[in-house]
Every structure is written in structure tokens, then in C-alpha cells.
């Protein structure tokens, strides 16, 4: 399954946006720049790329606000940008739907990694996914074809989402530690554990008839989640 892909690189840092085209041109991508939201918002709206690694601090149309727009009519892969010790900046771009982050300053290799990382989750059947449609009630997921219904309904799934909720089901009533999650579904081996939590609020707001009280992912005080079948 190939990881290379068309990747717009958003940055209002000209000698960032060089050397992030340099190193992903290296990996084999096709790489477009952009130096602010608007511009970004416009090649999108052209022609959308395989995945976007995106700056939050931008003039005028900040990150944010970028990433809520995209997500609006698209599930395209982001990773962020974000300066270390910006938090709530990467909390708030995670609950937007974005898919990784990476801090600043940062090595352009190990982000070439993490998109290339990025698009071959995007395009690929996780190894352990069965080959059927997974089903719980009207829930269903279809591994091959990377698709999620709900009552019949289309389910606008980010790649992170999609995995996510595809290894639960899939693990039906077994615990797993936020950690155990980055490992499996992120392929972490290390990171921050609030990417999983944000990942399970969004997939709750999608998935659950009142999310404040999840009868499908259930939280293990002490542990970490479960999929429990309706």
C-alpha cells in the first residue's frame, strides 16, 4: 500500500515551508505550499490533497479555524504544527478533527515519518481488521472499503477516528489503557495520552445518542475504554 501522496504544507514560515517541501519531496510526496489560511483553504477547495500538515499560528485565518472549515466537507488527513508547550492549542486542533501533531521545533525527518505513517493508515486495511463488515446493531464498519454507517447514514470519520473505533469494535468488551491505544492505533510508543481521549469524545459525539452517557464506548475508571455491543 504506497504512503507516498499529494501533501499540502501550510506555513507562514517561508524557511519552514522550504525545508518540510524538501524532506517530504525526498520521501516521494508531491508537495503544494501555502503561507496563510486563505490561500490553503483555496487549493483545497481546488484540489484536494491527500493530507494536510498545517500550521495552527497563521495571519488572518488562523490553523484552527482552517481545520474547522476543511472539516466541514472533508475528512482529508491533518497533522499539525504546533509550538511546544501549546496545549490547549493542540487539544482544540485535535477536537477539530485533526488527525496527529507534531511540536515545533521539530525534526523535519521524523515529520516526513509521521506523514508518510499518516497516509498509509489512511489507505490501508489495518492488519488485524477482519476482512467483513464489523456490526453492532445499526453500527457498521466496513474495513475494506474504510466506510462507517450508523442507521444507514454515512459516518464522517478522520482516518484516526475510523481505526479507532474499527479496533474497539473489533475488541469488543476488552479494556485498553490509553497507552495500549497509542500503541495499536496510533503506532506510538510514546506520546500524549489526551490524543486518545479527544479521539473518544469526538468518536462518542458521532456514534452515541447522548454522548454524556455512552452505552457503546464505556469508560473503565482506572484503565481506559471498552466497546461494549448494544
Known amino acids: 500500500m504506497s504512503e507516498h501522496g499529494r501533501v499540502l504544507v501550510v506555513d507562514d514560515d517561508e524557511t519552514v515551508r522550504d525545508v518540510v ?5 525526498l520521501a516521494g510526496h508531491e508537495v503544494t505550499v ?5 490561500l490553503a483553504l483555496s487549493l483545497v477547495a481546488r484540489a484536494e490533497p491527500d493530507l494536510i500538515v498545517l500550521d495552527l499560528m497563521l495571519p488572518g485565518i488562523d490553523g484552527l479555524e482552517v481545520c474547522r472549515r476543511i472539516r466541514q466537507y472533508s475528512t482529508v488527513p ?18 477539530l478533527g485533526a488527525d496527529d501533531y507534531v511540536t515545533k521545533p521539530f525534526s523535519p525527518r521524523e515529520l516526513a515519518l509521521r506523514v508518510s505513517s499518516v497516509l498509509r493508515r489512511a489507505r490501508a486495511v489495518p492488519a488485524a481488521a477482519p ?3 464489523v456490526e453492532d446493531g445499526d453500527l457498521s464498519v466496513d474495513p ?4 462507517a454507517t450508523l442507521g444507514g447514514e454515512d459516518l464522517s470519520l478522520t482516518t484516526r477516528e475510523f481505526d479507532l473505533l474499527l479496533f474497539l469494535m473489533t475488541n469488543a468488551g476488552t479494556a485498553f489503557s490509553r497507552t495500549d491505544l497509542l500503541e495499536k492505533v496510533w503506532g506510538w510508543d510514546f506520546g500524549d495520552q489526551s490524543t486518545v481521549t479527544v ?22 475508571w482506572g484503565v481506559g475504554y471498552r466497546y461494549d455491543r448494544t
Open 21 to 25: 517541501r524538501r524532506y517530504l519531496e
Open 34 to 38: 501555502a503561507g496563510d489560511g486563505e
Open 78 to 95: 491533518v497533522v499539525m504544527l504546533t509550538a511546544l508547550g501549546e496545549e490547549e492549542n493542540r487539544i482544540a486542533g485535535l477536537q
Open 131 to 133: 476482512a467483513r463488515l
Open 144 to 147: 475494506s472499503a474504510r466506510k
Open 199 to 220: 479521539h473518544v469524545r469526538r468518536l462518542r459525539e458521532k456514534i452515541e445518542a447522548v454522548p454524556a452517557k455512552p452505552a457503546r464506548i464505556a469508560t473503565v
